[in-house]
């Protein structure tokens, strides 16, 4: 166990729909990291918020977005749904308080979203 | 930009042998941190080894070991003592060290055989 949580396990939703996915970070890290697993993409990093700030953003589409919150928990929204958004989403943290934000980043057990 | 390429998409070995899985990476920086990450049938990404570029000497946490040759700009991660448990995708990863985005490559499947 990483002490990265993340709900929901698994999503199903039509295309079109809007969801939100929840992470909660390990005790005392400060940065969030968001990524996309799909088959074809593989891993892809989409966004980091670091003590509630945006810090770095890679390959995230508009229709995204995330925040990281004063008690340091994230939250990634997916709008306009489409097929193609079917992955797996892995949250990870990083950054004991007071430590570098370069740290080991330690990744929550996934939501897999299925859109349908 | 960093690309990182694992050559080898698939591989079996028999439990109680030593495997090899290969990396290579593309990058201009100095200062970079390098990652073998694990995913089981679970699909939770688990942390087996990190290597700073600064450091020559070459990481090891119990049976994983890493090969580190920062000229060649490779990172291999070898297994001894294969257990089933070692059954996994794994990834090798890519982080500079100004900022925090973690490159992954496409990851070899290693299947671990009684």
């Known amino acids: 166990d990483s002490g990265v949580t993340q709900t929901p396990k698994h999503l199903i939703t039509a295309t079109g729909q809007r969801v939100t996915l929840r992470c909660s970070p390990r005790s005392g890290d400060l940065s969030v990291y968001w990524y996309q697993q799909s088959l074809d993409q593989g891993l892809q990093f989409l966004i980091q918020?670091?003590?509630?700030?945006?810090?770095a953003k890679g390959n995230i589409l508009e229709r995204f977005s995330a925040q990281q919150f004063p008690d340091l928990h994230s939250e990634l929204n997916l709008s306009s749904l489409e097929l193609g958004d079917s992955a797996l989403y892995f949250c990870?943290?990083?950054?004991?308080?007071?430590?570098?934000?370069?740290?080991?980043?330690?990744f929550g057990p996934g939501t897999r979203l299925t859109v349908l | 930009a960093q690309t990182v390429t694992q050559s080898q998409p698939e591989m079996s070995v028999q439990e109680a042998e030593t495997v090899t899985l290969s990396c290579t990476y593309d990058t201009s920086e100095n200062n970079y941190y390098l990652f073998w990450y694990k995913q089981p049938p679970s699909r939770q990404m688990i942390l087996v080894i990190r290597?700073?570029?600064?450091?020559?000497q070459n990481a090891t946490e119990n049976r994983f070991s890493v090969n580190f040759q920062k000229a060649a700009k490779s990172f291999s991660l070898k297994i001894s003592d294969s257990q089933l448990g070692d059954t996994a995708m794994y990834f090798c990863a890519f982080m500079r060290a100004r900022d925090d985005k973690i490159i992954f490559g496409k990851g070899t499947r290693l299947h671990i055989l009684p």
């Open positions: 918020y670091y003590n509630g700030e945006e810090r």
């Open positions: 990870a943290s990083s950054g004991p308080t007071g430590g570098s934000p370069t740290d080991t980043q330690y």
């Open positions: 290597q700073e570029a600064y450091k020559q």
